[in-house]
């Protein structure tokens, strides 16, 4: 090897080394402040100092921070499967079925995924009002899902062009209807897409704070992000640092053992459709 590569290559991995510090750094500092208590929180420390637990034991026992658990897991799940269940039809659709603007659909699909949420806050909460779902964990599940729909769309359209036309000619001749075509033909292998999909759902609906905050009023409908925003000390001046840093990084564990467990099906979701064979 030249003293040119040797110098790139060594650049390229403290290039890594930095990525990946800046990206680490933040949850490596919370899980550091969830053991610390006290003054010991305002006392930056790169290195463990203490292992006090009753950061977590404050946040295990307080009243509603299990069924603000209970509340996420079902929001966030249901909206998985509704988002797959309806990208799924519509992908098939507009990867297979030949119409006029369907080019123009899916731009429009994906474009929809570009609005903020504060600024269809206000119609969203009229529609969810009308349809009676205030305060009810419906509301959010409507939301998440009308949020998610595009990003699902696109990725499983993308690798369902992909997919041979020799295998879906081969079931139209054996008499297969498009229900059974979507379902026994082509969701087998939809795997990587789906698992992605529905990851990356999942992680939106579980860290979504504002609609969860906007659509929710009662203390046992409220998902994990809010119940942690709304975390009091002792006082009304005290912001428990401590409990905040234990909560954060309860409900963040779990998240980041199901990347680390998908994140083969995860990559090949997100490259679908990136090479042309």
Sequence with gaps: MTASSIFWNVMFYIGVALIVLVAVFPFYYAVLSSFETGTQLFIPNYLPQSFDLSNYTSVLTARSFGRSVLNSVFVASVTVIAALFLAVTASYALARVRFRGRGLLLMTILAVSMFPQIAVLSGLFELINWLGLYNTPWSLILSYTIFTLPFTVWVLTTFMRDLPVEIEEAAIV??????????????????????????????????????????????????????????????????????????????????????????????????AGGVKG
């Design 174 to 271: 054996d008499g297969a209807s498009p229900w059974i075509i979507i379902s026994r033909v082509f969701l087998p292998l939809l795997w990587p897409a789906l698992v992605t999909t529905g990851l990356l759902a999942f992680i939106g609906a579980w860290n979504e704070f504002l609609f969860a905050l906007t659509f929710t009023v009662d203390e046992s409908r409220r998902t994990v992000p809010v119940a942690i925003a709304l975390l009091s000390g002792a006082s009304v001046q005290e912001i428990p640092w401590g409990p905040i840093m234990a909560a954060s990084v309860l409900v963040t564990v779990p998240l980041i053992v199901l990347v680390l467990i998908f994140q083969r099906k995860i990559v090949a979701g997100l490259t």
